[in-house]
T-cell receptor
Framework: KAGVTQTPRYLIKTRGQQVTLSCSPISGHRSVSWYQQTPGQGLQFLFEYFSETQRNKGNFPGRFSGRQFSNSRSEMNVSTLELGDSALYLC?????????????FGPGTRLLVL | AQTVTQSQPEMSVQEAETVTLSCTYDTSESDYYLFWYKQPPSRQMILVIRQEAYKQQNATENRFSVNFQKAAKSFSLKISDSQLGDAAMYFCAYRIPGTSYGKLTFGQGTILTVHP
């Protein structure tokens, strides 16, 4: 079974631009979560989607948004990019929302904001 | 709020030796799940092992095992017969069922170096 895929793998943007990252979960998985990883803040939870609805959200400004499609694929969008948004963005999928479900991660998208 | 602490920023081990990575967490919940993830230089997060808090038996996966001390809120990872491929950043993570759903709370990570 194919793992979680994320596109693009690398991205360079300039301040003020917006960016969209994509995540395709493992087949059959319906929950998708997004995390931001930076050297200073470590791994931080952004949001989670299940059945096309945002179920949980981390402490990030409204410039960070996401959505989930009927096939469980998810996108996250960052508008008005700031230098501090440079990070590795990780997507993880799980079968359901249940806490006992293990999350499986994709390879990440490395975003550099200049 | 739940917190996860990994007090060892870096650890090193000789190939074929055993190493233990430490993790403590703070929670008022009685039901939760604990995980160790490995992140090699490729940056892909790979699940190493998981532990359910209601299980007293420590989880094992081949060369990887945990020492789960619920009362002490401690969850250490032991890697036996270390291999060069074990070199990576290791993250301890915590998750509770219920309204927090997908949120994993991670520790700061421990960089493990394996010497040949």
């Amino acid at each position: 079974k194919a793992g979680v895929t994320q596109t693009p793998r690398y991205l360079i943007k300039t301040r003020g631009q917006q960016v969209t990252l994509s995540c395709s979960p493992i087949s059959g998985h319906r929950s998708v979560s997004w995390y931001q990883q930076t050297p200073g803040q470590g791994l931080q939870f952004l949001f989670e989607y299940f059945s096309e609805t945002q179920r949980n959200k981390g402490n990030f400004p409204g410039r960070f948004s996401g959505r989930q499609f009927s096939n469980s694929r998810s996108e996250m969008n960052v508008s008005t990019l700031e230098l501090g948004d440079s990070a590795l963005y990780l997507c993880a999928s799980s079968l359901s929302l249940a806490g006992e479900e293990t999350q499986y991660f994709g390879p990440g998208t490395r975003l550099l904001v200049l | 709020a739940q917190t996860v602490t990994q007090s060892q920023p870096e650890m090193s081990v000789q190939e074929a030796e055993t190493v233990t990575l430490s993790c403590t967490y703070d929670t008022s919940e009685s039901d939760y799940y604990l995980f160790w993830y490995k992140q090699p230089p490729s940056r892909q997060m790979i699940l190493v092992i998981r532990q359910e808090a209601y299980k007293q038996q420590n989880a094992t996966e081949n060369r990887f095992s945990v020492n789960f001390q619920k009362a002490a809120k401690s969850f250490s990872l032991k890697i036996s017969d270390s291999q060069l491929g074990d070199a990576a950043m290791y993250f301890c993570a915590y998750r509770i069922p219920g309204t927090s759903y997908g949120k994993l709370t991670f520790g700061q990570g421990t960089i493990l170096t394996v010497h040949p």
